[in-house]
C-alpha cells in the first residue's frame, strides 16, 4: 500500500475555486456551505429563532442603511485567498451595481454580522479571528440563547482588540455608519 494511501492529505480549497465549484453546480442548490481557511465546512440549518433574528435585523438595517449602503443578508463576501464566508447580515460599501461584477471583499464591509444560536463558540473564536485578520471594522456576534451581542473592534492579526456585551437597552451603533442604531431589546423582540 502506498504512503499516499495511507496518509490522506487535505487540500485546501480557494476562494476561486470554491466559487467556480458553486458556478459549474458542484453543490446542491439548498447546501448551506461556507469556505473557511481552505476549508469547506457545511453550516446548521436555519431554525426559527435564528432566522426571526436575522428578519428583525433586516427589518431595522434596511431602513436605517438608505442609500448609504447595502445591506447584504446571508450572501457570500470574499475575505482574501481561503474564506468565503455568508455574514447574517453585512453592511456594505454603496455600489451601483450592487455587486454585479464581483462579490464584496473585506474592502467593501462596514460591519458584519453573525447571528449565533448553535455556533457561538466557532463564531466568537475562529470565524471572529478570520474577519479582525481580513480588517473588518466592526463585527457583531448575535447570541441568540443569552439574547445579547458581542460587539468587536479594532481588528488586529491576533483578533479584535476592543471586545464588549450589549445586553437588554444597551445602544448598539455601527462606527462607519453612525445611522446604523438599535438594542438587543430591539433586535430579541419577539423572545
Do not use: C, N
Given at each position: 500500500m502506498s504512503a499516499a494511501l495511507e496518509h490522506p492529505r487535505r487540500r485546501a480549497v480557494s476562494a476561486r475555486e470554491y466559487l467556480?465549484?458553486?458556478?459549474?453546480?458542484?453543490?446542491?442548490?439548498?447546501?448551506?456551505?461556507?469556505?473557511?481557511?481552505?476549508e469547506i465546512i457545511e453550516t446548521a440549518?436555519?431554525?426559527?429563532?435564528?432566522?426571526?433574528?436575522?428578519?428583525v435585523l433586516t427589518h431595522l438595517l434596511v431602513p436605517q442603511a438608505g442609500d448609504r449602503a447595502i445591506v447584504w443578508v446571508q450572501l457570500?463576501?470574499?475575505?482574501g485567498k481561503w474564506t468565503?464566508?455568508?455574514?447574517?447580515p453585512a453592511i456594505l460599501t454603496p455600489r451601483k451595481d450592487f455587486y454585479l461584477r464581483r462579490l464584496p471583499s473585506a474592502v467593501d464591509i462596514l460591519l458584519a454580522?453573525?447571528?449565533?444560536?448553535?455556533?457561538?463558540?466557532?463564531?466568537?473564536?475562529?470565524?471572529?479571528?478570520?474577519?479582525?485578520?481580513?480588517?473588518?471594522?466592526?463585527?457583531?456576534?448575535?447570541?441568540?440563547?443569552?439574547?445579547?451581542?458581542?460587539?468587536?473592534?479594532?481588528?488586529?492579526?491576533?483578533g479584535y482588540a476592543s471586545v464588549s456585551v450589549a445586553t437588554h437597552e444597551a445602544i448598539l451603533q455601527s462606527i462607519a455608519l453612525p445611522e446604523i442604531r438599535t438594542s438587543p431589546r430591539e433586535i430579541f423582540r419577539g423572545f
Open positions: 467556480r465549484m458553486g458556478e459549474a453546480g458542484v453543490f446542491a442548490p439548498d447546501a448551506r456551505l461556507e469556505l473557511i481557511e481552505g440549518p436555519i431554525g426559527p429563532p435564528h432566522a426571526s433574528v436575522v428578519a457570500t463576501v470574499v475575505l468565503v464566508p455568508q455574514p447574517d454580522v453573525e447571528v449565533s444560536d448553535s455556533t457561538l463558540a466557532f463564531d466568537l473564536g475562529r470565524k471572529a479571528l478570520l474577519y479582525a485578520r481580513a480588517g473588518i471594522r466592526e463585527l457583531w456576534v448575535v447570541d441568540v440563547k443569552a439574547r445579547e451581542v458581542h460587539v468587536h473592534r479594532e481588528p488586529a492579526e491576533q
